[in-house]
């Protein structure tokens, strides 16, 4: 008789031999992958979008920030239920049949509520940890302006506190006959 998937726990992992529950490794990935996707429903359709965010270990939550007004803004508003979830690649690993293909990975998902941040300053403390992470080599009042009023009333600060996270990997220590890197950086293209 098949298992009932719908009815697991949000958090288990169906491999539970790639199951991660060391909340060490899931802070340090948190801390290390640069981009991050939020799920948020509308009258039953989801939504997903990619966003910078940083993790914030002293209140177990997420923040992340968008436009003041638009798809993020009114879903959350709608529905303050989220999935929020981060990922990455290792190598690729061949093999002698099309079925036992694979790839090392990692990754992590995050349940939890989305809250538009409307305190002053917890929208600063956001922001700047948010510019803390991705320009740590830039300080305010030194290399730029900080966050002034205006600058607030123009972007949705969002909080999603983390209720329950799961991390799953699959790593294969040392060498892999014939494994290699995904060859495309994902970067953005120039020009």
Partial sequence: ???????????QVRRSDRAVEDEAWMVEM????????????H????FINSNLYVYDAARHCIYMHTARVGRTR???D???????TISEIGRLLPADEALEFSVEYSGIVAFGTAHVVTDRDEQVHAL?????????????????RGIIDEELTRT?????????????????????????EYPYSGSVEQG
């Fill in 1 to 11: 008789m098949s298992r009932d998937y719908a009815a697991q726990p949000n958090t």
């Fill in 30 to 41: 948190l801390s290390r992958v640069p981009v991050g996707y939020l799920a948020t429903t």
């Fill in 43 to 46: 009258d039953g359709q989801p």
């Fill in 74 to 76: 009114a879903n959350v």
């Fill in 78 to 84: 709608a529905a303050e239920k989220v999935c929020f």
């Fill in 128 to 144: 700047q940890i948010l510019l803390d992470r991705y320009f740590p080599h830039l300080q305010p009042g030194r290399d730029y």
């Fill in 156 to 180: 949705s600060v969002f909080r999603i506190d983390i209720s329950e996270w799961s991390g799953k990997r699959k790593k294969i220590d040392g060498p892999f006959a014939g494994a290699f």
